[in-house]
């Protein structure tokens, strides 16, 4: 350590110096990197290929030398590598479940040969992944590809996917997606960053070694993240996988909109977390650990310190303290500087102070670490922190606030809590709007953490057996079907007029009944005062008139659903399955009359009605038993602690419903959705609404909660856009047109939403093959699944 035989131990102790460290090696990552000449192509085909006169990207080390260049893949490499992934699937798929799990352990005793090739070529590239963390990954995989057939029966594998991430990714982000879709029986392309790119090559190479079919994992490398989009064109294709930062995941979710391929979203860069120290917490580890993920670990994230008025001095004194001596953290760019500058000097203006390792340099891409004390919630600092090593410090009076100050920030990451009570912890962590909670800790990972994106931060859950079944799907149901996106102006969608209803009935006819919509607890006309026609089957007479919904009505219905969901997500599960079961008799004592609407809308048999009606009572009962019964656990972490899992619920979703079973599928996905605390906006089927419409009487006499659900009949395109364009609905599950799925896949991004789409064709009924009479375990389970987010707690013991 420096200078420490003139210092005491206790002088040591207090400014926590560090020592120095070795010097890393890199010289068998160098070796690899030469054996390629310095010039990586491309991975398929179980081979490394570098076609000639490709563009290529020059890839820079810590001391701004090239390292090495990768090529950029052009149209016709895209459409050899979707090929050999293809032809990839059909070897692996075809294996048996424990074949492909010895595949998958056979990589490890490969990274006990290769791991330090890998591991200096991660740090080269800025790519952190230890060959320990990869071996965790793969040992957990592998046990999941040998029990996928007797765990999780029911589900298939996709297919190819692409997983694809941005240049500041780590490799880990990357290989948590790449290797539960291998395991499950799917095909990869990797399309990764510019810095994950070298290592990704490096462990396609190593896996094809280890015995994975030539095909099952390749790796295409581009200039940007529309490489993404381009790959997701190719017919086989069945899904896309994103990690990274959010602007880049926004752009491949527009790119790829209208292709049918379903795009999930994690943005695992660049999210803004708090760090809360409550005033039960030890105060010097609190300190330490902040000033280790804020300033000297890779700053993946950015760090918001929320402090207890009654320590925050004592907070301030220590990090004084601990920063004193630390060297200027160096940025990327002078670009970046000049932003840090214009951070502190607005902080400064609006009251902050500073407290500095030292004083910054007039210029250059380098900075101190700076903690500015005082800051507003509301600040732009704070909201959208500059990159560089800048900490915003707030305080917080009561538990309460803190949870508010917590739940500010747009993203739903992480947060890391710090405090002695155990129940004030957990309390906290069940409050706070995040994926993650570490207590008394930070920044701890493992597969067996099942983590969703809260809020803006992603919609899919990634790890433990959760976070498999993104890429699977129940055996009865059919992928979206491929297509080619079309013209759509966006923002003109559902926007053109309903039909008008004009009076055409003979003198002393009786007039058509007219059905209310159900908005906040209440059956009402629309806000607009329109109505439209429903017609019998085969375009013949008016049967019946009904409101016709808009932008107001859904507004209407949301704010009535905000103010119902919180309380009803805290009730006990138990009393929401009494509220369920209690609303399948509501269904058996109006059997008759729904009965009736469902035989005057479709035009069949009185039994064939009954026989829906029956289902969907039956239906009802069995989420009211599921309310109870599927909960979330402790997991088998490899530490030393407790880790958690909780289910919760998603919030508002909005549900544009099928034309196939019209009451059977309205039930099964309200269900799904109120069993699990969320509240619900249904747009019953635009050809048969009267079976929605007449179940509305059964939702008056029932004890739901007034606004849980919300039913609002209408032009579906229309309402479809009001959906998406209303920031609260967390989650949309469509059925609908080829255009609809795009329209969503397009706009749902600011903020993100979690989509649900099936692709139906008007005038046939039919979506995507779902089978709503049958009770397979697969269909309840996939609606389960898709109504809740996952959070992990872990909680230190030693």
Request: glycine share 8%.
């Amino acid at each position: 350590m420096a200078d420490c035989t003139n210092r005491t131990v206790y002088e040591i102790f207090q400014s926590m110096e560090e020592g120095p460290a070795a010097a890393p090696s890199a010289a068998t990552a160098q070796a690899w990197l030469d054996h390629h000449s310095r010039s990586l192509g491309f991975f398929m085909e179980g081979k490394f290929i570098r076609p000639a006169e490709r563009q290529t990207l020059s890839l820079a080390d810590s001391t701004g030398g090239v390292l090495c260049s990768t090529a950029c893949a052009e149209d016709g490499d895209v459409s050899q590598c979707a090929s050999s992934a293809a032809t990839g699937y059909k070897s692996w798929s075809s294996l048996a479940c424990s074949q492909r799990s010895k595949a998958l352990l056979r990589l490890v005793s490969v990274l006990g040969l290769h791991g330090q090739c890998l591991s200096e070529l991660c740090a080269l590239c800025e790519a952190s992944c230890s060959p320990s963390a990869l071996v965790r990954l793969l040992q957990y995989y592998s046990s999941w590809a040998q029990l996928r057939d007797t765990l999780i029966p029911g589900w298939t594998s996709l297919g190819v996917v692409v997983v694809v991430s941005s240049d500041d990714c780590s490799l880990y982000s990357l290989m948590l997606k790449v290797l539960p879709a291998l395991a499950m029986g799917n095909s990869v392309i990797v399309v990764p960053g510019r810095s994950s790119a070298p290592p990704a090559l490096l462990l396609a190479q190593l896996f094809t070694a280890a015995g994975l079919p030539a095909g099952a994992l390749n790796v295409l490398t581009g200039s940007d993240v529309t490489l993404g989009a381009k790959v997701s064109q190719n017919p086989n294709v069945s899904y896309i996988a994103y990690c990274g930062n959010k602007q880049d995941g926004l752009t491949l979710c527009k790119a790829s909109a209208g292709m049918g391929v379903p795009v999930s979203v994690s943005p695992c860069i660049g999210a803004l977390c708090p760090f809360i120290v409550f005033e039960s917490a030890d105060i010097d580890s609190a300190v330490d650990e902040v000033i280790q993920v804020a300033f000297k670990k890779k700053k993946e994230v950015h760090w918001v310190l929320c402090v207890q008025e009654s320590v925050s001095d004592s907070v301030v004194a220590r990090l004084k303290l601990r920063l004193a001596g630390m060297k200027c953290v160096a940025l990327s760019s002078e670009a970046d500087r000049g932003l840090v500058d214009a951070a502190v000097q607005e902080a400064q203006q609006q009251g902050a102070t500073l407290v500095q390792s030292c004083s910054a340099s007039p210029s250059g891409a380098q900075y101190p670490p700076t903690v500015l004390c005082g800051a507003a919630p509301s600040s732009p600092y704070v909201v959208s922190p500059p990159p560089g090593p800048l900490l915003p410090l707030l305080t917080f009076r009561s538990n309460a606030e803190a949870v508010v100050l917590g739940n500010h920030s747009p993203h739903g990451y992480a947060a890391s809590i710090w405090t002695e009570d155990l129940t004030l912890a957990l309390e906290t962590a069940k409050s706070l709007s995040v994926g993650s909670v570490w207590v008394n800790s930070s920044s701890v990972s493992d597969p067996c953490l099942p983590v969703s994106g809260h809020k803006d931060s992603g919609t899919c859950t990634d790890g433990g057996q959760e976070g498999l079944y993104q890429f699977l799907r129940p055996s009865f149901s059919s992928p979206l079907p491929r297509s080619s996106p079309v013209s759509l102006e966006y923002s003109k969608f559902g926007t053109e007029p309903s039909q008008p209803v004009i009076p055409d009935s003979p003198v002393g006819a009786s007039l058509p009944q007219s059905y209310l919509q159900f908005v906040g607890g209440k059956a009402s006309k629309s806000a607009s005062g329109c109505s439209v026609a429903v017609q019998a089957p085969g375009g013949g007479s008016v049967l019946a008139l009904c409101p016709d919904g808009g932008h107001k009505d859904v507004r209407n219905a949301v704010e009535a659903a905000i103010k119902v969901q919180p309380g009803w997500m805290k009730k006990s599960p138990s009393a929401r399955a009494q509220s369920l079961y209690s609303l399948a008799k509501g269904l058996e004592s109006k059997k008759k009359e729904v009965s009736a609407s469902f035989c005057t809308q479709l035009g069949v048999s009185g039994d064939e009605a009954d026989k829906e009606v029956e289902l969907s009572i039956a239906r009802l009962n069995v989420w009211a038993a599921y309310c109870d019964k599927v909960q979330g656990g402790s997991l088998p972490m490899p530490q030393s602690g407790a880790a958690l899992s909780f289910p919760e619920a998603l919030g508002v979703v909005g549900i544009v419903l099928p034309d196939k079973h019209p009451l059977l599928s309205m039930v099964t996905v309200l269900g799904a959705t109120v069993a699990t605390g969320n509240a619900v906006i249904m747009v019953p089927s635009q050809r048969f609404p009267l079976p929605a419409l007449a179940f509305i009487q059964v939702l008056q006499s029932s004890d739901l909660p007034a606004g849980l659900v919300n039913i609002i009949p209408g032009n579906r395109d229309q309402l479809t856009a009001a959906l998406a364009n209303h920031s609260v609905i967390r989650a949309i599950w469509y059925w609908g047109s080829a255009e609809g799925c795009q329209y969503l896949q397009y706009t749902c991004t600011s903020p993100l939403k979690t989509l649900r789409l099936f692709c139906q064709k008007d005038g046939e009924g039919s979506d995507a093959g779902t089978d709503w009479a049958q009770s397979q375990p697969s269909l309840l389970e996939d609606c389960w699944r898709n109504a809740v987010q996952w959070k992990s707690v872990w909680i230190p013991t030693a």
